[in-house]
């Protein structure tokens, strides 16, 4: 076993943001585990805070190197001490593989928790991350709830690395000797995460001569906290005691109105153009409207329906 423990005042750096991000967290934990620096490094804070890690690798069948990776994560957990689990995730088709795999990897974290009566799945994104998930949201239009970028927590989901930097986990893993795995994908730039990664930001950052990670995490945080203040505010103004009046949909601030349509109707988020058709909806210019996923949104007596196109 490697004697991390041993060593923990490499750590110590890092435990002050670890311990304020799991403070209120019991364990069992899941840490999702592909091998990679990022999450080899939260392993080792979670085993060092005492939260009881299972190691979960999420084979997605994509590559064909990714059972061998699988070993490798198994060997590396029992080498810190921590309990492993491997789960085969099944992509369903269509477009957007990243996308299709990463709902494919949440619902296999999601089963192992509840499998192994875990409080709460930690996955390892970084303050890189957060920075380069801002600007991916910016070129797919979204607006301020999708410029906050990832949440720290997101049901059972906690992120408790959103304030760390890649390099600083990158060095804790080489001064505890600690071997990661590299996934080729991330040299692919026909990802568009890659290609922000690895051509953008630094280009974006040479123009502003400045490090841009802590200025995009950092409006982040700042949006994040205002959007969560006007979802508060969406929520207490409609729908009514449970009701869904169109009328008051259609009488409230645009701001607020759209946020209520968005919470309403849930997942899959709906569009700028969804949003405003649903609004066509409650101020009775249209009666209906079809939306993405196979809903339609109708006024009936009064009220806001949504069900399954037929």
Same mark, same amino acid.
């Given at each position: 076993?490697? $004697?991390?423990?041993?060593?923990?005042?490499?750590?110590?750096?890092?435990?002050?943001?670890? +311990?304020?991000?799991?403070?209120?967290?019991?364990?069992?934990?899941?840490?999702?585990?592909?091998?990679?620096?990022?999450?080899?490094?939260?392993?080792?804070?979670?085993?060092?805070?005492?939260?009881?890690?299972?190691?979960?690798?999420?084979?997605?069948? &994509?590559?064909?190197?990714?059972?061998?990776?699988?070993?490798?994560?198994?060997?590396?957990?029992?080498?810190?001490?921590?309990?492993?689990?491997?789960?085969?995730?099944?992509?369903?088709?269509?477009?957007?593989?990243?996308?299709?795999?990463?709902?494919?990897?949440?619902?296999?974290?999601?089963?192992?928790? +509840?499998?192994? $009566?875990?409080?709460?799945?930690?996955? $390892?994104?970084?303050?890189?991350?957060?920075?380069?998930?801002?600007?991916?949201?910016?070129?797919?239009?979204?607006?301020?709830?999708?410029?906050?970028?990832?949440?720290?927590?997101?049901?059972?989901?906690?992120?408790?690395?959103?304030?760390?930097?890649?390099?600083?986990?990158?060095?804790?893993?080489?001064?505890?000797?600690?071997?990661?795995?590299?996934?080729?994908?991330?040299?692919?730039?026909?990802?568009?995460?890659?290609?922000?990664?690895?051509?953008?930001?630094? @280009?974006?950052?040479?123009?502003?001569?400045?490090?841009?990670?802590?200025?995009?995490?950092?409006?982040?945080?700042?949006?994040?906290?205002?959007?969560?203040? &006007?979802?508060? &505010? $969406?929520?207490?103004?409609?729908?009514?005691?449970?009701?869904?009046?169109?009328?008051?949909?259609?009488?409230?601030?645009?701001?607020?109105?759209?946020?209520?349509?968005?919470?309403?109707?849930?997942?899959?988020?709906?569009?700028?153009?969804?949003?405003?058709?649903? @609004?066509?909806?409650?101020?009775?210019?249209?009666?209906?409207?079809?939306?993405?996923?196979?809903?339609?949104?109708?006024?009936?007596?009064?009220?806001? &329906?949504?069900?399954?196109?037929?």
């Amino acid at each position: 076993m490697i $004697a991390v423990a041993d060593r923990g005042e490499l750590l110590t750096p890092l435990r002050p943001r670890f +311990a304020a991000a799991t403070s209120d967290i019991d364990p069992p934990v899941v840490v999702g585990c592909s091998g990679g620096a990022d999450s080899v490094a939260l392993l080792v804070l979670a085993m060092d805070a005492g939260l009881e890690p299972v190691a979960v690798h999420v084979d997605h069948g &994509l590559r064909p190197e990714s059972h061998r990776e699988q070993c490798h994560v198994a060997a590396l957990a029992g080498s810190v001490g921590a309990v492993f689990d491997g789960r085969a995730a099944r992509v369903e088709p269509g477009s957007n593989l990243e996308a299709r795999a990463r709902d494919a990897r949440y619902r296999a974290l999601e089963a192992a928790r +509840a499998d192994h $009566a875990a409080t709460s799945v930690l996955v $390892a994104h970084t303050a890189d991350d957060q920075a380069e998930t801002v600007l991916l949201n910016v070129l797919r239009g979204s607006a301020a709830t999708g410029l906050a970028g990832m949440r720290a927590r997101r049901g059972r989901v906690v992120r408790p690395l959103l304030a760390t930097r890649r390099a600083e986990l990158a060095a804790l893993c080489d001064a505890l000797a600690l071997p990661v795995l590299h996934d080729p994908m991330n040299d692919d730039e026909s990802y568009r995460r890659v290609a922000l990664r690895r051509s953008v930001v630094p @280009l974006l950052e040479q123009l502003a001569a400045r490090d841009l990670v802590p200025v995009l995490a950092g409006q982040a945080e700042i949006l994040g906290e205002e959007s969560d203040f &006007l979802d508060a &505010l $969406a929520r207490a103004a409609w729908p009514v005691d449970g009701e869904t009046p169109a009328r008051e949909l259609a009488a409230l601030e645009s701001v607020l109105a759209r946020r209520a349509v968005r919470q309403w109707l849930g997942p899959p988020p709906p569009s700028r153009a969804e949003v405003a058709r649903v @609004l066509e909806v409650a101020s009775g210019t249209c009666r209906a409207t079809e939306l993405a996923g196979g809903r339609t949104v109708r006024r009936t007596g009064g009220r806001l &329906l949504v069900d399954a196109t037929e």
